[in-house]
């Protein structure tokens, strides 16, 4: 009797043991598949966040680039008229040093033919 006895208790023990272990095992088991699950959401919106972040700097580029564009094209234009508007001056200033130089030819011519 006593062997039966203490072989039940070992017997309860050890089932005792291998279900704590069991349990361990699927808590651990659990645990490690929310940790995949956690990990894999957090990835994927990181990845969310990063193509959200990829298209708004797109875009504040191409703003920033089509404002460039107008303000070089604005300047562009400014330059043009500015160089237009002195080779006008430049121009204006040639052919009045022209009247100048003709008037002053004529105003010699008489004297000479004077003498």
Wanted: glycine residues 6%; hydrophobic residues 30%.
């Amino acid at each position: 009797m006593k062997k039966i006895t203490l072989v039940t208790v070992l017997t309860a023990t050890m089932l005792t043991t291998a279900s704590a272990n069991f349990s361990f095992m699927g808590d651990m088991m659990r645990d490690m598949t929310d940790a995949a699950k956690d990990m894999r959401t957090e990835a994927t919106d990181g990845m969310k966040s990063m193509k959200s972040d990829v298209i708004d700097a797109g875009k504040e580029m191409k703003s920033e680039g089509i404002d460039a564009g107008k303000e070089m094209k604005s300047q562009g234009i400014d330059t043009g008229k500015e160089m237009k508007d002195d080779m006008k001056d430049a121009k204006d200033d040639v052919s009045d040093s022209d009247n100048a130089s003709k008037d002053e030819k004529e105003k010699e011519e008489p004297k000479k033919k004077e003498k």
